[in-house]
């Protein structure tokens, strides 16, 4: 009986562990770029010239929507899911979100345009963009974004647009880089993934296992 007991403790802390180190949130594909994809199809449907996928934009407007989900509490509210409590100072989007991105400072440029808003459906957020903004004239480029607060909480979305110069305005440092994101989903052409559920805080894997452990062994004894 004893044998049989560890064995199907050791099993069980096994797959217990091995399915602790995969993540229930990891997003096929990025869904930061589908915005700018949409946005860019809306463009096109007006004629209108198609804006270049930034990705010091698109990290900036991940910047913004933690804020915003902060300032929140996870929560959506207001009219079409919009985020209407979230108004960070202008001056945030340019001073403080350049650089947590790692954007170079000389090559910030004017935003010409943002939009935000929130929905439990990655997808429905798609249509709930902004047609005057999505086509405004004097915008060159764009980055998207998407986060969540944690597994089952609503997603948001953030879209900045510039006017700026697209082969010179928010440039990121190191070779391209810039600072890496611990979470959430920011546009770019070379990033074709993300993940949209911040890392856990809670008590140690390992702790925990040990302590699976130490009462299968107490189960044994009981039984002996």
Known sequence: MRGICNAAAFLL???WMLLGTVSPAKIHGNPANDLVALINGKRAASKLPPLRNSAGLGCMALQYISECISSNK????????????????????????AA?????????????????GCNRD??????????????????????????????????FWGVLFSSGSPNSTFLLEAAGRGIQQTHG????????????????HGPSRLIVAALLL???QLFNVILS
């Open 214 to 216: 130490f009462h299968f």
């Open 185 to 200: 989903c920011s546009s770019g052409p070379d990033r074709l993934s993300c993940n949209a559920t911040p890392p856990r």
């Open 13 to 15: 802390l096994g797959v």
């Open 122 to 155: 990655p997808e429905d957020a798609l249509l709930l963009l902004g047609d005057k903004v999505i086509r405004g004239k004097e915008h060159t480029q764009v980055g998207a974004a998407f986060d969540r607060a944690h597994r089952r909480g609503p997603f």
């Open 74 to 97: 996870e929560e959506c509210s207001g009219s079409n899911n919009t985020v209407v409590k979230c108004q960070p100072p202008e001056a945030h989007i340019t001073e403080v979100y």
């Open 100 to 116: 947590n991105c790692g954007v170079e400072l000389p090559t910030v440029d004017v935003i010409s345009g943002h939009l935000i």
